[in-house]
């Protein structure tokens, strides 16, 4: 079984300028979450989605924002990034339906490394 | 507001034990404990539902005391391999049922 995929792995940018990171999960996997993990904060909750819907969103700036398609696939998008935003995105998959069952098991991808300059 | 991890990091000699403490000022329904080994992605060792039950993962064990909102991740016996930082992820409704990770601890376990 295929894990969770994200692409791009490594990315460079300006500040400025926007990115947007994709992510593959697990087949069958229908929701998505997001996290931005740098050496001093840690592992960051951002959004989850789940059957195309967030249903959660972390302490983030408008700036973030994401999305689901039908296939489960999900993209996150940094709009005028900041030297801040450096940090390495993962995505976690999980088949459990959240909500008042709690969070299953995550399934992290390994990220994508964004650097801005 | 993310739980609260102790020690930050902890070096040990292969073969003896360590506890790593998970705190959280909410009322939890679940904790979870992964580990991410240097340049890789954070891996799930387990997760415990409320009720105090405890779990096991090779000689990694853990539990969870509701009552105190605390959880302790226990290394046994540990070996090289076990080198790599521990996060501890809480649930709660609280927190409108999203997993929130504590700031994490570097474990490295030396020969």
């Known amino acids: 079984k295929a894990g969770v995929t994200q692409t791009p792995r490594y990315l460079i940018k300006t500040r400025g300028q926007q990115v947007t990171l994709s992510c593959s999960p697990i087949s069958g996997h229908r929701s998505v979450s997001w996290y931005q993990q740098t050496p001093g904060q840690g592992l960051q909750f951002l959004f989850e989605y789940f059957s195309e819907t967030q249903r959660n969103k972390g302490n983030f700036p408008g700036r973030f924002s994401g999305r689901q398609f039908s296939n489960s696939r999900s993209e996150m998008n940094v709009s005028t990034l900041e030297l801040g935003d450096s940090a390495l995105y993962l995505c976690?998959?999980?088949?459990?339906?959240?909500?008042?069952?709690?969070?299953?098991?995550?399934?992290f991808g390994e990220g994508s490394r964004l650097t801005v300059l | 507001q993310q739980p609260v991890q102790s020690p930050q990091a902890v070096i040990l000699r292969e073969g003896e034990d360590a506890v790593i403490n998970c705190s959280s000022s909410?009322?939890?329904?679940?904790v979870h404990w992964y580990r991410q080994k240097h340049g890789e992605a954070p891996v799930f060792l387990m997760i415990?539902?409320?009720?105090?039950e405890q779990k096991g993962h090779e000689k990694i064990s853990a539990s969870f005391n509701e009552k105190k909102q605390q959880s302790s991740l226990y290394l046994t016996a540990s070996q090289l391999s076990y080198s790599g930082t521990y996060f501890c992820g809480t649930d709660s409704k609280a927190a409108g049922n999203k997993l929130t990770f504590g700031g994490g601890t570097r474990v490295l376990v030396k020969p």
């Open positions: 909410k009322a939890l329904y679940s």
């Open positions: 976690a998959s999980s088949s459990g339906t959240g909500g008042l069952m709690g969070t299953g098991e995550l399934f």
């Open positions: 415990l539902l409320k009720g105090g």
